[in-house]
Nanobody, 115 residues
Framework: QVHLVESGGGSVQAGGSLTLSCAAS????????MSWYRQAPGKQRELVARIRSGRYPDYKDSVTGRFTITRDNAKNTVYLQMNRLKPEDTAVYYC?????????WGQGTQVTVSS
């Protein structure tokens, strides 16, 4: 069992930046995939970025070049640096850990981008 707590959301104008953090309640093994998802009102939750040991991170096409996912295993924390934000990035962002086939989710953090 792991608890994930997201932070760093907020309201920004288009073109601005935010950095989301996801703190885990226990050690994050480097081999465990960590991801950021988002869900906009009336839409399905979608994968935004994923980081896995030994692989380049994966990104949703629309955020490639603007978002960067990183992890600090010593701090049990995963980050999502978001630059050049657009109104269509507005959503609740969720941290996800998939360990032994089980998905763990945080409570989410709201990101609102105004035009």
């Amino acid at each position: 069992q792991v608890h994930l707590v997201e932070s760093g959301g907020g309201s920004v104008q288009a073109g601005g930046s935010l950095t989301l953090s996801c703190a885990a309640s226990r050690s994050i093994f480097s081999s465990v995939p960590m991801s950021w998802y988002r869900q906009a009102p009336g839409k399905q939750r979608e994968l935004v970025a994923r980081i896995r040991s030994g692989r380049y991170p994966d990104y949703k096409d629309s955020v490639t070049g603007r978002f960067t996912i990183t992890r600090d295993n010593a701090k049990n924390t995963v980050y999502l640096q978001m630059n050049r934000l657009k109104p269509e990035d507005t959503a609740v962002y969720y941290c996800n850990e998939r360990a032994s086939g089980i998905d763990y989710w945080g409570q989410g953090t709201q990101v609102t981008v105004s035009s």
